[in-house]
């Protein structure tokens, strides 16, 4: 039974996350019928990680079993067709019998989009929150490095949150500014519930002086939700990049030679 591997982009903007919900519409939800369509049986998947409702991504994983052999390049195809407009299937492949979207996966880098001009964007409403006022982009990264390490990032989560442990290992973090964009890329080997935004939200703090940046490794050994900064809306995140120690979802592998690969 092949486990065939799917690389997914999505505007999460009119779902309730990725994962499946009784009532609302969900991106699973979606992949899942457009699956059953093409191989005609139910298909149940897994993804690399749970989103929020309004999150977006330039890169997700899911994977699935199903009784019969496909040519990917037609699967590919075929899913796009059955696939609202707001998802798309950039790869198909075939995985390992063991391999798992989400317990195979190593890390994720995460964005976070600031639209920091003095008037909104009406295309970003949805993609990148808006802050009228000037941002400090250069203090906001240098206070981002002191989010790099094996922490226990408590200050960071959200209640409501069931891991079972709140350390984290952050392999990168850092603040970029292109023209009146700017943007929080951090990389870890694992999330907290919210941890990305509420580090948006305290970068965001550091530039307004609300937080000293000088203060981020006291927040971070302290543990204290309260002493960190406020959650940033939803629509600004995306998850960017899926890493997985084989390589298996590189993203540079073009298509036709993934298939060829195979």
């Not at 922490?151 to 603040?175: I, K, L, P, Y």
């Not at 509420?198 to 002493?227: C, N």
Request: charged share 20%.
């Amino acid at each position: 039974m092949p486990n065939y591997l799917l690389r997914l982009c999505f505007d999460g903007t009119n779902y309730h996350g990725w994962q499946l919900q009784e009532r609302d519409r969900t991106i699973q939800g979606e992949v899942e019928s457009a699956a059953s369509h093409l191989f005609d049986g139910r298909i149940r998947t897994s993804g690399c990680s749970r989103t929020d409702a309004g999150v977006h991504a330039n890169e997700f994983v899911c994977n699935f079993h199903a009784e019969k052999q496909m040519d990917l390049m037609k699967m590919r195809a075929a899913l796009n067709f059955y696939l609202p407009e707001d998802i798309a299937v950039l790869e198909c492949r075939t995985a390992p019998d063991d391999f798992h979207a989400r317990f195979s996966c190593a890390g994720k880098e995460y964005v976070y989009q600031i639209w920091n001009g003095r008037v909104r964007n009406p295309f970003l409403t949805t993609h990148a929150l808006h802050i009228n006022y000037p941002l400090d982009a250069d203090l906001m990264n240098r206070a981002s490095a002191f989010l790099i390490g094996r922490h226990d990032f408590s200050a960071f989560c959200a209640s409501g949150s069931s891991a079972q442990t709140t350390v984290r290992t952050v392999t990168d973090a850092r603040v970029v500014r292109e023209g009146e964009m700017v943007r929080f890329y951090v990389s870890a080997d694992g999330f907290l519930y919210n941890m990305v935004r509420i580090m948006a939200g305290t970068l965001i703090y550091v530039s307004s002086g609300k937080v000293a940046a000088e203060k981020l490794p006291q927040i971070v050994d302290g543990g204290r939700r309260q002493d960190a900064g406020y959650t940033a809306p939803a629509h600004g995140l995306y998850l960017n990049r899926v890493f997985y120690e084989n390589q298996m979802c590189r993203s540079d592998i073009p298509q036709s030679a993934a298939a060829e690969k195979l």
